[in-house]
């Protein structure tokens, strides 16, 4: 089932000396429920802005984008906030965690915004979701005091607590090292694909993107499908099954 569809997309931004700059040219691909898509493309390809499309921060120049089937473009901003929110899961290079909050606050916080059983429940959630990520034993613990892979963790569980469909991961592995890396990909990918979620990873490190199931390469903002070989399965060591 398709959950997201751009067809012909484009973003372009006016210049300050009134030119115009296209950042995406026609990009059109479809993602389906359960899915996990890299997108590998250099510095200035265009990824940021891509992500900001396919999360719904951002409206397309021309072209459309479907989610679940509704032509985001008729749906009001109340609207596409709410779709955002309920299904829409983001992680990115830097974390972006609130300081001086525990992991068990930073997972709760998108619950303060959920309707009714989500909301009294958010505790209980949240510590569930950081047992799922390996992390039941800090729970306390603020993200001065964590590991950067650590922090990713949290991150994710923080993303996955509301049950996204789709999971956008930007340069997700961008501040770990290669073996820290490795295993936060490979628990994303564990936990996106055991919650049904859709998963697209941007990053610019092929090993990473090895993971995902189909390949496209941003390029000058033109996105195309690629081949990229297998990489064996890795394990995510200390995860809770
Ligand atoms: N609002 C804007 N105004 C002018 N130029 C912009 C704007 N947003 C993005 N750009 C330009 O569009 C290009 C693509 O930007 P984008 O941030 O999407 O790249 P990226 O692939 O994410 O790069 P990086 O890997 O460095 O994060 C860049 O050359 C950038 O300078
Ligand atoms: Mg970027």
Aim: hydrophobic share 40%; proline share 4%; net charge neutral.
């Amino acid at each position: 089932m398709s959950l997201l569809r751009l067809d012909e997309v484009t973003r372009s931004v006016r210049l300050p000396d009134d030119g115009t700059l296209e950042i995406l040219k026609g990009v059109t691909i479809e993602v389906a429920v359960g899915d996990h898509v890299s997108i590998v493309g250099r510095s200035g390809s265009g990824k940021s802005t891509l992500l900001n499309l396919l999360g719904l921060l951002d409206t397309p120049t021309s072209g459309s984008i479907w989610f679940d089937d509704r032509l985001t473009s008729t749906l009001s901003g109340n609207a596409r906030d709410r779709v955002r929110g309920a299904d829409v899961g983001f992680i990115f290079q830097q974390f972006n965690l609130l300081g001086g909050r525990t992991a068990l606050e930073n997972v709760m916080t998108p619950l303060l915004y959920a309707n009714g059983r989500q909301f009294w429940r958010r505790r209980q959630l949240a510590t569930e979701m950081l047992e799922r990520v390996g992390l039941g034993a800090r729970l306390n613990s603020i993200p001065e005091k964590l590991s950067g892979g650590e922090q990713q963790r949290v991150a994710i569980a923080r993303a996955l607590i509301r049950r996204p469909r789709l999971i956008l991961a930007d340069e997700p592995t961008g501040a770990l090292d290669i073996d820290t890396g490795a295993s936060v990909m490979a628990l994303l990918d564990d936990v996106a694909e055991s919650s049904g979620a859709a998963l697209i990873t941007i990053t610019h490190d092929v090993t990473v993107a090895a993971l995902a199931r189909r390949h496209y390469r941003l390029d000058g903002g033109v996105l195309t499908p690629i081949d990229v070989s297998p990489v064996p399965a890795l394990s995510a060591p200390g995860v809770a099954q």
